[in-house]
């Protein structure tokens, strides 16, 4: 695989390199590890703690900015590691979250000789044997991989039936890169797994190989294409949702070929209008959408931005203008298992009738608290948070003060960060898909109004609910019918086997065993009693000598029994 490029924010490949990558991320974390932990455990020790409560929104500012320059400059992992740390709100502060939310995933491009030679080197063919051409401009140039428009020769076209293609190809030597990340990243996560503040809420190891697994599923291209058919045989019967073709012949781990389907960005409100599509009609319908893939399908686009959804005007058979949801980069996917979907259902039931009762609840139901955890701040924060914003649309919002939304938020994260509980890989992708949901419906349509959506689809998710405990309850009913219309039938056969004889009624292993613990249980009453009267005469000896030392000696006759009685005579 040829070498990238040098550069800021080319990856490195050379052997130094690697080493240096490596080094350059394990002291920039064992600085930050040093700071904090002379900071929050040696000064408090030493009766400053003022100093460390005083300097903490300052040094995890600084820490954050540290790593938003780190991770922008070596590219890789680091960017997507930026944007994990953003979303993991149940475990970092907001002075750290806040800082890493603006890390983009926007590089600077490999030059096209490099993507040249990785893609013949993995087609197995010249590109103009396959391409009748190819933009060495690429459209997207991200820190894993980059895009180039190409249109298919005259004949992969006619055996595809599709002309204009998008490539993907990844960056090379991106292998390497990831392989050092990981390597540093479980470094410094068995690092912190050593930390009591940290390994009392966060199993650090385990945090690591979810994100290494998520990291290894998004740049391997053929599972990127098997997700987008998947996506697209969930959504096969709804003529308002797309997806591209996958040119299978022309798709590998490290490139991958898919029809072109460039249309108007979904947030490009202008174009929108010009098309004669009201942004209004889009806003519910991408909402609608998200949910059918969260809350009935169970599979759902984990980034769905505003890069990755296109809306593709359409023209029906009488003339009528209407339009289509085409999704794209399917390489960050979540899944919901179905145990798990139920419990996001009583999370969505919850939160569309503003109980925050029974919205801890279906968060403790769905195994994300754990049993032990004292919820009730956490009813009283969301029973005020329903009670304050409950009901509000975007604009609404907008026109609350912002500095009653910063004090709320303060108050509501130190709240969740003082419970304990860990939100799963599959919640983060959850709060993430959702998150960016809301911020595309508001681009959309200012006055928005999230509820508007959540009550009808929460409604129809209660019918539904209520059809399928009517079928339990039918297909209960019937079994039960079964089980007692052969009763009479098995109690005859029973009544005739004790008549006969034929019917077993002891069993000497069973016996054996029952034995065994009723020796084993007196042994404890004997232990048991052996050690009050030895305690009762060591306590009565100072005032009574006789007495104590007599309840000292029978204490020997439960203690023989005790050691002696269990013996095993069978």
Do not use: C
């Given at each position: 695989?040829?070498a990238a490029r040098?550069?800021r924010t ?14 350059r ?5 064992s ?12 000064l408090?020790r030493?009766?400053?703690?003022v ?14 900015r540290?790593?938003?320059?780190l ?7 680091m ?8 979303s ?16 983009q ?22 590109l ?58 479980r ?5 912190l797994?050593r ?6 809420r ?65 947030t ?11 942004p ?45 949801l085409t ?15 139920s ?14 009762r ?27 948070l ?8 975007f604009?609404?919002?907008r026109?609350v003060?912002?500095?009653e ?22 919640f ?8 960016l949901?809301s ?20 409604s ?35 009544l ?5 004889g ?11 065993r ?20 030895l305690?009762?005469?060591?306590l ?9 030392t007599?309840?000292?000696g029978?204490s020997g ?6 050691l ?7």
């Amino acid at each position: 695989m040829p070498a990238a490029r040098r550069g800021r924010t080319e990856p490195a490949t050379g052997a130094g390199d690697t080493r240096a990558r490596y080094r350059r991320i394990l002291r920039f974390a064992s600085w930050y590890l040093a700071v904090t932990w002379f900071f929050e455990l040696v000064l408090p020790r030493i009766g400053l703690t003022v100093v460390t409560t005083r300097t903490r929104t300052r040094r995890m500012r600084r820490f954050a900015r540290g790593f938003h320059v780190l991770a922008a400059d070596l590219g890789g992992l680091m960017i997507k590691v930026g944007q994990y740390m953003s979303s993991r709100l149940d475990v970092l502060p907001p002075e750290i979250t806040r800082e890493l939310e603006g890390l983009q995933d926007e590089v600077a491009p490999v030059p096209f000789a490099q993507i040249r030679a990785l893609a013949e080197a993995e087609l197995g063919v010249h590109l103009e044997a396959v391409f009748a051409s190819i933009d060495e401009t690429p459209v997207a140039a991200a820190s894993l991989g980059q895009a180039h428009r190409a249109r298919l020769a005259p004949a992969a076209a006619a055996d595809s039936g599709i002309d204009a293609v998008v490539v993907k190809v990844q960056r090379p030597g991106i292998d390497e890169i990831i392989d050092v990340d990981l390597a540093a990243l479980r470094k410094v996560g068995g690092w912190l797994s050593r930390v009591r503040l940290v390994y009392d809420r966060v199993d650090m190891p385990a945090l690591v190989e979810e994100f290494a697994a998520t990291s290894l599923e998004e740049i391997d291209y053929v599972h990127e294409a098997v997700n987008s058919e998947r996506f697209a045989a969930d959504f096969a019967d709804n003529e308002r949702v797309r997806t591209p073709a996958i040119v299978w012949e022309r798709t590998t781990r490290r490139v991958l070929t898919l029809e072109d389907v460039s249309a108007i960005k979904i947030t490009d409100v202008e174009a929108l209008a010009l098309a004669g599509i009201d942004p209004a009609e889009v806003a519910p319908v991408f909402t609608e959408v998200m949910f059918d893939q969260l809350f009935t399908h169970g599979f759902f686009h984990a980034d769905p931005h505003p890069g990755n959804i296109f809306v593709t005007p359409v023209v029906d058979a009488s003339g009528g203008r209407s339009f289509a949801l085409t999704f794209i980069d399917f390489g960050m996917m979540g899944e919901v298992p179905a145990t798990t979907r139920s419990g996001l259902r009583s999370l969505l039931l919850a939160a569309a009738s503003r109980d925050g009762r029974a919205l801890v609840a279906a968060i403790r139901n769905v195994g994300v608290l754990l049993p032990s955890a004292d919820t009730n701040e956490l009813e009283r924060a969301m029973t005020a948070l329903f009670a304050r914003f409950g009901g509000m649309g975007f604009a609404e919002l907008r026109e609350v003060d912002e500095r009653e939304f910063r004090q709320f938020a303060v108050q509501f994260g130190d709240v969740v960060r003082s419970l304990p509980f860990q939100l799963p890989e599959n919640f983060l992708l959850v709060i993430r898909a959702m998150s960016l949901t809301s911020g595309v419906a508001s681009a959309l349509y200012p006055a928005f109004n999230l509820w508007d959506s959540v009550e009808p689809y929460a409604s129809q998710l209660l019918r539904d609910e209520r059809g399928n405990i009517a079928q339990d309850v039918a297909k209960q009913a019937v079994e039960t019918v079964g089980i007692v219309a052969r009763l009479p039938q098995r109690l005859d056969a029973l009544l005739t086997r004790v008549d006969d004889g034929s019917l077993a009624t002891t069993s000497p292993g069973v016996e054996r065993r029952i034995a065994k613990l009723e020796r084993a249980s007196r042994r404890v009453i004997s232990a048991l009693v052996f050690g009050a009267l030895l305690i009762a005469g060591v306590l009565m000896r100072p005032d009574d000598v006789v007495f104590g030392t007599v309840l000292m000696g029978a204490s020997g006759i439960p203690l023989l029994h005790a050691l002696l009685a269990g013996r095993d005579r069978s």
